[in-house]
């Protein structure tokens, strides 16, 4: 954690933000969240661009629809499944994507 906190308040520093010096000190902490995995090395980045929907800068109250890590039920790992086809549609599908014509036309021709 502490090399993302450089990286980040060496950036601050290089775009000379009034922030910069005071990051290099923040102390880090791991928020506690009802979600959170011992075992799922792999779906860091569903995670993440799940936060970036969901979080609205408040910890308390903050739900982001993801259920309780339970390997019984599997349930949580059903739903980041779901997003991370969610996620891959609206990237390949999106309109910035140079590639999404050669996208389409691979699923219309898989689709005849």
Same mark, same amino acid.
């Given at each position: 954690?502490?090399? %993302? %906190?450089?990286?980040? #308040?060496?950036?601050?520093? @290089?775009?000379?933000? !009034?922030?910069?010096? @005071?990051?290099? /000190?923040? !102390?880090?902490?791991? %928020?506690?969240?009802?979600?959170?995995?011992?075992?799922?090395? @792999?779906?860091?980045?569903?995670?993440?661009?799940?936060?970036?929907?969901?979080?609205?800068?408040?910890? #308390?109250?903050?739900?982001?629809?993801?259920?309780?890590?339970?390997?019984?039920?599997?349930?949580?790992?059903? %739903?980041?499944?779901?997003? *991370?086809?969610?996620? @891959? #549609?609206?990237?390949?599908?999106? /309109?910035?994507?140079?590639?999404? *014509?050669?996208?389409?036309? /691979?699923?219309? /021709?898989?689709?005849?």
């Amino acid at each position: 954690m502490e090399l %993302q %906190q450089d990286a980040f #308040a060496n950036y601050l520093c @290089i775009k000379k933000h !009034p922030m910069a010096e @005071i990051m290099k /000190s923040v !102390p880090i902490v791991r %928020q506690k969240m009802d979600w959170r995995t011992n075992s799922n090395g @792999i779906d860091y980045g569903v995670f993440a661009i799940r936060h970036m929907e969901t979080y609205m800068g408040q910890m #308390a109250g903050w739900e982001n629809g993801l259920a309780k890590e339970d390997a019984s039920n599997d349930l949580q790992q059903k %739903q980041l499944n779901d997003l *991370r086809m969610k996620y @891959i #549609a609206k990237i390949l599908l999106h /309109s910035k994507n140079e590639n999404r *014509r050669k996208v389409v036309k /691979s699923l219309k /021709s898989s689709w005849t």
